[in-house]
């Protein structure tokens, strides 16, 4: 520390600090060799003063900034935490309150996070009792719903979008309505930090909240109709097999008759640890390399799933079991260990569709046809041929009769390890094993189910076992296969193209 005057080695210099700032004698004296310093008058203490408070300033002048990089940074993160809940925790009110009086606006004395936080808690303290009212106009009942949010879209600029729902299923009418009002909070208009932001730029970021908005909004709505889909019942049936299949105890094991390719694969009993209740069901493990694509076990828990997603129920339940599958085959063989494969429901009676006439299928021929392949083009199986046609006891459909499950005599799918292989070409105009010519149908469950399997819902699903890639190519089918009926609903009609199921 530079001062003036001379101090020697041994004087402590926050002493003399203490003593040329305080004016105040030190408790042991003047140091030796400060002497002078004491006694030569006013210029030297003034100029050592200086120095100090000079020094001090800038630490002080440094702390504050540290401060101010400090607050910045954790209302960074107070907003992407707020902006988070803002987005993906909406909160329902009721559909009187309509127009820009839905949120009060924040005093201009709050800085932007503190003005994000009093929109957030209004959303939140509006009542979630009024999220539904129903009126009557002209004898049709109509529900209207509604939800706000508020999100910082960019720094200063504040959007809170609500929107409002409104059915009516007398005549099968639904209007939906999205507001997006975006301010600039934080500073004052006069505020040379605003210069840079005009209401071009302003409407231009209301517009991306909006679209985040809808999409949200979208997603939510995608979910609630897919809950929809298949009867509660069935889906409990799914369920609980489901559960069996993925930690069912194998109570019995031996080896299932080899493909043409030398596939190995195992049928199993497994018992619920809980209810011991019994499923057979066929074990194939995954092999290294998947034999080119065309023994890739995971694959066939993506063609379940899928299925399901589109209202199909032709595909028995499958789950994925990873982490080591011991299976005891018992006398010579012992035991043998896989480490990773499908465990897919056994049908019982089950034997090949073509053995049956289209009479005894329990449903339109066409229709099954028409379902099959589009799964096909989606999972790009080219592998369908009559032996993956089975007509047998349904997992799902049917009804305990003494304890036992009988299912009703319907036809299934199976085998579908050969999808996504990159070589595969499958197209809707291909011909199906029956001969009986390209798609010129299509189930009006299915149809409508396609175009709800967008990009998000894709991903959600099967990210784990997908590649990016091939998520990307299966949306790119899916577009494909909407064109393809599109195209004969245009060219036929649609009550000669939609069946109703």
Not at 45 to 53: H, L, P, Q, W
Not at 180 to 209: E, I, K, Y
Request: glycine content about 8%; overall charge negative; hydrophobic content about 35%.
């Amino acid at each position: 520390m530079a001062t003036s005057g001379s101090i020697n080695g041994s004087v402590d210099t926050f002493d003399y600090i203490s003593y040329v700032l305080n004016n105040e004698p030190l408790l042991s004296g003047p140091p030796e060799g400060c002497a002078s310093n004491y006694t030569q008058g006013d210029v030297v203490v003034a100029r050592t003063v200086e120095e100090v408070e000079e020094h001090l300033n800038k630490v002080d002048q440094l702390n504050q900034s540290l401060k101010g990089q400090l607050h910045n940074v954790t209302s960074g993160l107070e907003t992407v935490i707020q902006t988070a809940h803002a987005r993906h925790r909406p909160t329902p009110y009721g559909s009187s309150v309509m127009g820009s009086e839905a949120l009060n606006l924040a005093p201009s004395s709050l800085d932007a996070q503190q003005q994000q936080q009093y929109y957030s808690e209004q959303v939140e303290d509006l009542p979630p009792s009024a999220q539904q009212s129903h009126s009557t106009a002209g004898g049709s009942s109509s529900q209207h719903i509604a939800a706000a949010s508020c999100v910082v879209q960019h720094p200063g600029v504040l959007c809170c979008t609500k929107t409002t729902a409104s059915a009516n299923p007398t005549n099968m009418t639904c209007t939906v309505l999205l507001e997006t009002t975006a301010r600039q909070v934080g500073f004052s208009v006069d505020d040379g930090a605003s210069a840079a932001m005009n209401m071009d730029d302003l409407t231009a970021l209301a517009a991306q909240a909006l679209v985040g908005a809808a999409t949200d909004y979208c997603r939510g709505r995608l979910q609630a109709s897919q809950a929809h889909v298949h009867v509660p019942e069935r889906l409990q049936h799914h369920d609980e097999i489901n559960r069996i299949l993925a930690h069912g105890k194998i109570v019995s094991a031996e080896r299932n008759r080899p493909s043409q390719f030398g596939h190995e694969s195992y049928v199993l009993e497994l018992a619920d640890p809980h209810t011991g209740r019994r499923v057979r069901a066929v074990f194939k493990p995954r092999v290294p390399g998947d034999a080119d694509g065309w023994h890739r076990a995971p694959i066939e828990w993506v063609a379940y799933e899928l299925n399901l997603m589109l209202g199909m129920d032709y595909v028995p339940p499958v789950a994925y079991r990873r982490g080591g599958i011991e299976i005891d085959l018992g006398g010579e063989e012992g035991g043998v260990c896989h480490e990773e494969g499908a465990m897919m429901y056994w049908i019982e009676n089950a034997s090949q569709l073509k053995h049956y006439s289209f009479e005894l299928w329990g449903m339109k021929s066409d229709v099954l046809l028409s379902d099959t392949r589009i799964l096909d083009v989606l999972l790009h199986n080219s592998d369908r041929h009559h032996g993956h046609f089975l007509l047998g006891r349904h997992w799902a459909q049917g009804a305990w009769e003494g304890g036992c499950w009988c299912g009703d005599l319907r036809p299934a799918l199976i085998d579908h390890a050969a999808g996504f292989r990159r070589d595969a070409h499958v197209t809707m105009q291909h011909e199906n094993a029956f001969q009986t010519g390209p798609v010129r149908c299509v189930s009006a469950k299915t149809y409508l189910r396609l175009r709800f399997l967008d990009a998000a819902t894709i991903s959600q699903k099967f990210s784990d076992v997908l590649s990016e890639r091939e998520m990307r190519e299966l949306l790119h089918r899916r577009n494909y296969v909407l064109r393809y009926l599109d195209h004969l609903v245009e060219e036929q009609g649609y009550a000669a193209t939609v069946v109703e199921t």
